[in-house]
């Protein structure tokens, strides 16, 4: 009995000696909260997952918007709750409507989630918002939650978990980037995103218009695997009211005369940007991936989902069982490539042979992985056909994975997607074009409506369009007014 209760004290003392350093005073709210990281660590954090996300997602190029958001977002830094770090602003080149942070002062925007805006304050109100998660150390909290107990939200988007490694491996430290606030957090982020945009004369009440629009979107689910701003910032319950009236008591309280929202100003920043998905990037036609920019392609299963990224190509069949994974290597040479790739896998090389593929010099591989199941504690064996094709100074990886006991089913579709790898020519692919953001002028006073025929937008397209202006179709607009139409 002594010796379990003097365990039981130096236990205690363990904690102690663990949480004691780890209280850390909150800036926003001056009380002391569990931090397992000092603000050196979370700024070198930050600094680690900067170049990830971009490699994930990539970096979309307008720099007459970024430099406004780093000349605006840098102003209300310095009336932040945290002066002295230093922030940095990145626009990712995604589709999906989202806008994050990472500790240490990293915030990203996709030109999704730009696309929607409609005025200045509504960019500044959201800038503001995830300033906030940074300020009240939210980025920090999830990241010392998530050392007491992993979690991975990212790789594997469409696999079955147990194949999660094999997509995932890519992606690794990914997993902070999404995961959820909660709606406590997003209360006080939501208040702070209306202290600091109305601390430099932006109306907040448009930040609250803009969550209005995303709630009429339903903007709730995850779009291809990748979480949405809804999805990731939870609405803590009546957000238009708490923000609408909170900005009107700040705008009560500040001696501006006015109040700015610079409409106009901000849609001839987006204009031309790109809109939806951007074929460039890759696109499926008839079950085969074409990727114009880098000019290849090659078939995909039929029945097949397909998720594309920057990073990775994923494909699966609906019930997950199996999945073959497109990315590129970083060695120079394929012999390195495939010593380097199927060792990450803690793979076992069963059969390797040199080949071509279509003229490429390639390297064929069958592989296994012998594991034990963390909750069945019963063996699990992984098969594995890689193909590792080198195209000049560019080598290009496919690995086909399912269980041992279907592997020899999904052999001959593992070989027709890798083996069928080849340079694409058709003109009419390689010319396609992204849809974009265009922004012109209403002809006449008139509806919304009136407008869309006069400028000869189909019908089928009109709702889509009103949102994306968040103006209804009935409101009456006047001539000369500046729109968001969709064109090439």
């Not at 594309?308 to 199996?322: F, H, I, L, R």
């Amino acid at each position: 009995m002594k010796s379990i209760k003097i365990t039981k004290i130096l236990f205690g003392i363990l904690i102690l000696l663990v949480l004691i350093p780890s209280c850390a005073v909150n800036p926003v709210t001056g009380k002391k909260q569990l931090m397992l990281m000092t603000e050196a660590q979370e700024v070198e954090l930050g600094a680690q997952y900067d170049p990830r996300v971009i490699s994930t997602f990539g970096e979309y190029q307008n720099q007459e918007l970024l430099t406004f958001m780093r000349e605006k977002g840098t102003e209300m830094g310095k009336i932040s709750h945290r002066p002295n770090l230093q922030y940095h602003f990145k626009i990712l080149d995604s589709p999906v409507i989202n806008a994050f942070a990472v500790p240490g002062g990293y915030i990203y925007f996709t030109r999704g989630i730009l696309a929607k805006f409609n005025n200045e304050a509504e960019l500044i109100g959201v800038l503001g918002h995830e300033m906030g998660h940074i300020t009240a150390r939210h980025t920090a909290n999830q990241q010392s939650k998530q050392q007491l107990g992993q979690v991975l939200l990212m790789g594997g988007m469409i696999a079955s978990k147990e194949f999660s490694q094999f997509a995932g491996y890519a992606m690794q430290g990914m997993e902070l980037l999404f995961l959820k606030f909660s709606r406590d957090n997003e209360r006080e982020a939501d208040r702070l995103g209306v202290e600091y945009s109305s601390k430099i004369s932006y109306d907040a009440k448009k930040m609250a218009d803009f969550f209005n629009v995303l709630n009429k979107m339903s903007m709730g689910s995850e779009h291809n695997g990748v979480p949405t701003f809804l999805s990731t910032h939870p609405d803590p319950g009546d957000r238009y009211n708490a923000v609408k009236s909170q900005a009107a008591q700040w705008q009560d309280s500040l001696n501006y005369t006015n109040w700015k929202v610079n409409g106009d100003s901000y849609l001839r920043m987006v204009d031309g940007m790109v809109y939806g998905e951007d074929p460039r990037q890759g696109f499926v036609e008839a079950n085969v991936f074409y990727h114009p920019d880098m000019k290849f392609k090659y078939p995909i299963p039929g029945g097949w989902q397909l998720q594309n990224s920057p990073m990775q190509v994923q494909m699966a069949p609906k019930d997950g069982s199996a999945m073959i994974v497109f990315m590129m290597a970083r060695q120079k040479t394929l012999e390195e490539a495939a010593q380097k790739n199927l060792a990450d896998l803690k793979l076992d090389v069963l059969d390797s042979k040199r080949t071509t593929v279509n003229g490429f010099p390639a390297i064929a591989a069958v592989s296994q992985q012998v594991s034990q199941n963390r909750q069945t504690g019963a063996q699990q064996v992984f098969k594995v056909m890689s193909y590792l094709i080198q195209d000049n100074n560019s080598i290009y990886i496919f690995h086909g994975v399912s269980d041992d006991a279907n592997f020899n089913n999904y052999f001959r579709i593992f070989e027709s997607t890798m083996a069928n790898f080849s340079r694409l020519t058709d003109p009419a692919k390689l010319n396609v074009k992204p849809k974009r953001i265009k922004i012109v002028q209403a002809p006449a006073a008139g509806t919304l409506s009136q407008t869309f025929k006069n400028l000869k937008i189909s019908d089928g397209q009109m709702k889509e369009l009103a949102l994306l202006n968040n103006i209804e179709l009935t409101d009456q607009i006047a001539k000369g007014k500046l729109v968001k139409i969709i064109g090439e």
